[in-house]
């Protein structure tokens, strides 16, 4: 361990991914990285067979999640413009092309300025609606029998809109709705889900990432990606039906599992290992800090 007055706090995904691989291993971990040292991976998981280096980092599309901190801080402002009478703060995920998410100017540019009409006289009445229902959660990609249900039918109402995914989440603040776009959305097979976790791994800004692993010395070496909802969408058959890919992904020498983890879901991950294949794990609630 480094020297304690230089201690940096751990971050929250470093202590959930801890939970998680600790859990799933069946064995303690030690935080590595603690500020004082360059280059070091975020910690070690202690097995009885010996020490696994695990190097944490998150996966987020940088253009999506600029146009969102735009969007949550207009719709935030004016939440109250928004819709009247929501009890719970909704995320929705939004095919990017879709008219909730704004219209385009000649010039190819998003607009930035939200559709408070369609919001106020569509999307806030369905999410109503789902309220009274007692619904928390829609996911257009788990029952496609809903775009043919009457068109009365909150989650219809959605869905037609461009609403891949809506969801309540946690909040201390008062009810408003939060978008981010999917950007060319489309539900990939096993064999694409792996390419993609391939090429983020090997792409030049995770050059880090493998390099502190590598530079560990240890047998085994993790890369626990957590995923923000702006890279999400090709993933999203991972949480959902709990289903798991089949095709193995092709990973850089210097890794040798790799764990998918989903920002706000910090309990659960996929995992996948050549001895094991692809796996779920579950981990308890973690303990406060």
């Known amino acids: 361990m480094g020297n304690k007055d230089r201690e940096r706090p751990e971050r929250y995904e470093e202590r959930a991914a801890r939970n998680i691989v600790g859990t799933a291993l069946g064995a ?48 935030s402002a004016s939440s109250s413009r ?25 010039d190819g540019r998003q607009t930035r300025r939200g ?23 829609v996911d257009a990609h788990r029952d496609f029998s809903y775009p043919f249900a009457p068109t009365e039918n909150p989650r219809h109402k959605l869905i037609s809109l461009g609403v891949h995914q809506a969801e309540t989440i946690p909040s201390t603040r008062s009810p408003e709705i ?28 995770q050059r880090d990432v493998l390099e502190k692993l590598a530079r560990s010395g240890a047998g085994r070496r993790h890369a626990f990606v ?3 909802r702006s890279s999400l969408g090709p993933f999203l058959s991972l949480w ?5 890919p089949t095709t ?3 990973l850089p020498a210097e ?13 659960t991950a996929v995992c996948w290992d050549a001895s094991t294949g692809w796996r779920r794990v579950e981990a308890p609630s973690l303990p406060s800090a």
Request: aromatic residues 10%; hydrophobic residues 45%.
């Open 240 to 244: 959902r039906n709990s289903e798991l």
């Open 178 to 205: 939060l978008l981010s776009a999917l950007r060319g959305f489309t539900v990939p097979g096993d064999a694409d889900m792996a390419s993609l976790l391939t090429d983020f791994l090997t792409d030049a800004p």
């Open 28 to 75: 303690p971990t030690e935080r590595y990285d603690v500020g004082a040292l360059e280059k070091a991976h975020d910690f070690w998981v202690l097995p009885a067979s010996g020490r696994e280096a695990v190097e944490v980092v998150q996966w987020a599309d940088r253009d999506a999640m600029a146009d969102e901190a735009a969007r949550v801080r207009f719709f």
């Open 226 to 228: 957590w995923l923000h």
């Open 115 to 137: 559709p408070y009409k369609l919001l106020r006289q569509a999307v806030g009445p369905a999410l109503l609606e789902l309220e009274a229902m007692g619904v928390h959660r």
């Open 248 to 250: 193995a992904p092709n």
């Open 82 to 106: 928004v819709h009247d009478g929501l009890k719970e703060t909704w995320s929705l995920s939004v095919d990017e092309d879709s008219e909730i998410w704004g219209q385009r100017r000649e």
């Open 255 to 267: 890794v040798t599992t790799v764990w998918l983890g989903k920002i706000g879901e910090w309990r």
